[in-house]
T-cell receptor, first 116, second 110 residues
Framework: DAGVIQSPRHEVTEMGQEVTLRCKPI?????LFWYRQTMMRGLELLIY????????DSGMPEDRFSAKMPNASFSTLKIQPSEPRDSAVYFC??????????????FGPGTRLTVL | SQQGEEDPQALSIQEGENATMNCSYK?????LQWYRQNSGRGLVHLIL?????REKHSGRLRVTLDTSKKSSSLLITASRAADTASYFC??????????FGAGTRLTVKP
């Protein structure tokens, strides 16, 4: 398996533009997570899905952020409109559920977003 | 918000020495995990210890968990330059929310 795939790896955009980050989880994994990592705030869980259904989106910072998982092999995180404070590395991770959703998570390489 | 808090924030040692990192947390947990992140990369899972376990080993890694003190430690023995990375603890609390700490940046000098 190729692991969790994220695209693009780097994104530079201007304030106000829409940004879409993409993730392909590992085949057969039930859970998909979106994280944001910054120096100031560390690694933050934004949202996670179980079997394509959003379970907990309490970490989504505001309405400008939205995430979808139309099928088991694809998820998007969209920011519209983007702001400079959204600059961060965004990670997608997936896991196969055992007794809880927080079993070993496999992380993608991340998307480094810079909003000018 | 962050649950686990790693200590120290940064650690610099010589190759061959042991590295110990600590993690404290606040709520009851189901399990605690340690991850490693090399610069510019995603996190890699190292080890998971369940709340009813006290110690676990994996190669040169030794993890302890003290639920009474709400703390865990990660020991890397006979460190190598390739161990240079940031190490994060992640707690899976009873509400099934997973939270990562701020991480410990380990530098192993050759």
């Amino acid at each position: 398996d190729a692991g969790v795939i994220q695209s693009p790896r780097h994104e530079v955009t201007e304030m106000g533009q829409e940004v879409t980050l993409r993730c392909k989880p590992i085949s057969g994994h039930d859970y998909l997570f979106w994280y944001r990592q910054t120096m100031m705030r560390g690694l933050e869980l934004l949202i996670y899905f179980n079997n394509n259904v959003p379970i907990d989106d309490s970490g989504m910072p505001e309405d400008r952020f939205s995430a979808k998982m139309p099928n088991a092999s694809f998820s998007t995180l969209k920011i519209q409109p983007s702001e400079p404070r959204d600059s961060a590395v965004y990670f997608c991770a997936s896991s196969k559920a055992g007794t809880s959703p927080a079993n070993e998570q496999f992380f993608g390489p991340g998307t480094r977003l810079t909003v000018l | 918000s962050q649950q686990g808090e790693e200590d120290p924030q940064a650690l610099s040692i010589q190759e061959g020495e042991n590295a110990t990192m600590n993690c404290s947390y606040k709520t009851s947990i189901n399990n605690l995990q340690w991850y490693r992140q090399n610069s510019g990369r995603g996190l890699v899972h190292l080890i998971l210890i369940r709340s009813n376990e006290r110690e676990k080993h994996s190669g040169r890694l030794r993890v302890t968990l003290d639920t009474s003190k709400k703390s865990s430690s990660l020991l890397i023995t006979a460190s190598r330059a390739a161990d240079t990375a940031s190490y994060f603890c992640a707690t899976d609390d009873v509400g099934n929310d997973m939270r990562f700490g701020a991480g410990t940046r380990l530098t192993v000098k050759p």
